[in-house]
């Protein structure tokens, strides 16, 4: 099992910043892909962006330049820093940790809220 707990939602402003945290605990070991998936009410969760364990990454189009997720080994930490936000940013951030063997398993964390608005 792989426990997943974010942090650093909130509201800003459009054109501001924020940087979301996801710890994580457990059988890590295990982990090939994390990443932040993107929810809002009646629309399916969306992948934001994922980095994989060798350090390589990818991003959805709508926020390639503005956003980058990172991860510190050390503490076990994934990070999704987010500048030049817009309204449509907006949205509850997952965090998610997914095993591929010897079969496909996600792990979700609870999610943190993202309100961007003047």
């Known amino acids: 099992q792989v426990q997943l707990v974010e942090s650093g939602g909130g509201l800003v402003q459009p054109g501001g910043s924020l940087r979301l945290s996801c710890a994580a605990s457990?059988?890590?070991?295990?982990?090939?892909?994390m990443g932040w998936y993107r929810q809002v009410p009646g629309k399916q969760r969306d992948v934001v962006a994922t980095?994989?364990?060798?350090?390589?990454?990818t991003y959805a189009d709508s926020v390639k330049g503005r956003f980058t997720i990172s991860r510190d080994n050390t503490k076990n930490t994934v990070y999704l820093q987010m500048s030049s936000l817009k309204p449509e940013d907006r949205g509850a951030y997952y965090c998610n940790a997914r095993r591929t063997w010897p079969r496909t398993v996600d792990y979700w964390g609870q999610g943190t809220q993202v309100t961007v608005s003047s």
């Open positions: 980095i994989i364990t060798g350090g390589g990454t």
């Open positions: 457990g059988s890590i070991f295990s982990i090939d892909v």
